[in-house]
Nanobody
Framework: QVQLVESGGGLVQAGGSLRLSCAAS????????MGWFRQAPGKEREFVAAISWSGLSTYYADSVKGRLTILRDNAKNTVYLQMNSLKPEDTAVYYCAARNGVFTTAVYEYDYWGQGTQVTVSS
């Protein structure tokens, strides 16, 4: 079992930065692929970024490439989402998720989810 707790969300002006953290409990964190997803009001949850268990491979949604960076520290059981050059359209609840095996972009393929953290970008 893995429990995930996100933090670091908040209100920021367009062009600003935030760093989200996702702390994981359990001894198997380092063997799991991790992903960040987001859900805006009235919209479906969508893929943002993912990282392999080793941290050597990452993948991003086109809408965030060059602005958001996913990182992990297996010694701290934590995955991060560094968010730069934020836009109002980035406003959403951000969720981290974990799964065994390779990372994917599909919501339904992740087994463990955090409770989410709100990110609001004002124009």
């Amino acid at each position: 079992q893995v429990q995930l707790v996100e933090s670091g969300g908040g209100l920021v002006q367009a062009g600003g930065s935030l760093r989200l953290s996702c702390a994981a409990s359990g001894r198997t964190f380092s063997s799991k692929a991790m992903g960040w997803f987001r859900q805006a009001p009235g919209k479906e949850r969508e893929f943002v970024a993912a990282i392999s268990w080793s941290g050597l491979s990452t993948y991003y949604a086109d809408s965030v490439k060059g602005r958001l960076t996913i990182l992990r520290d297996n010694a701290k059981n934590t995955v991060y989402l560094q968010m730069n050059s934020l836009k109002p359209e980035d406003t959403a609840v951000y969720y981290c998720a974990a799964r065994n095996g390779v990372f994917t972009t599909a919501v339904y393929e992740y087994d463990y989810w955090g409770q989410g953290t709100q990110v609001t970008v004002s124009s």
